[in-house]
């Protein structure tokens, strides 16, 4: 079983920035693609932003420029880093892996929890 734990989340002032973060662990042999997700009041939950293994990178067109994807494999961690905050940023975001438990299995998709960020003057 593989646990993901984000942090980062908060309040914060349009224009302002915010980091998240999201550890996976437990029976992890390697992980595929990480991903951010978010999900507004009465909306879908959305693809934010994705990281590949090999460090390729994809971002929804609403946050291209000002959010920033990233990992580090050592410690089964990802990253996303917000600049130029807006309103409709507001939302629980969600991070999520791929990851499969040895070298022959297939990988499974585990979601983190969720964190609160939110966008308030």
């Not at 390697?30 to 994809?58: C, H």
């Not at 929890?113 to 003057?121: H, L, N």
Request: proline fraction near 2%; charged fraction near 15%; aromatic fraction near 12%.
């Amino acid at each position: 079983q593989v646990q993901l734990v984000e942090s980062g989340g908060g309040l914060v002032q349009p224009g302002g920035s915010l980091g998240l973060s999201c550890a996976a662990s437990g029976s992890i042999f390697d992980i595929n693609a990480m991903g951010w997700y978010r999900q507004a009041p009465g909306k879908q939950r959305e693809l934010v932003a994705i990281i590949f293994s090999g460090g390729s990178t994809n971002y929804a067109d609403s946050v291209k420029g000002r959010f920033s994807i990233s990992r580090d494999n050592a410690k089964n961690t990802v990253y996303l880093q917000m600049n130029s905050l807006k309103f409709e940023d507001t939302a629980v975001y969600y991070c999520n892996a791929d990851c499969r438990s040895t070298s022959y299995s297939t990988y499974v998709t585990y979601w983190g929890q969720g964190t609160q960020v939110t966008v308030s003057s």
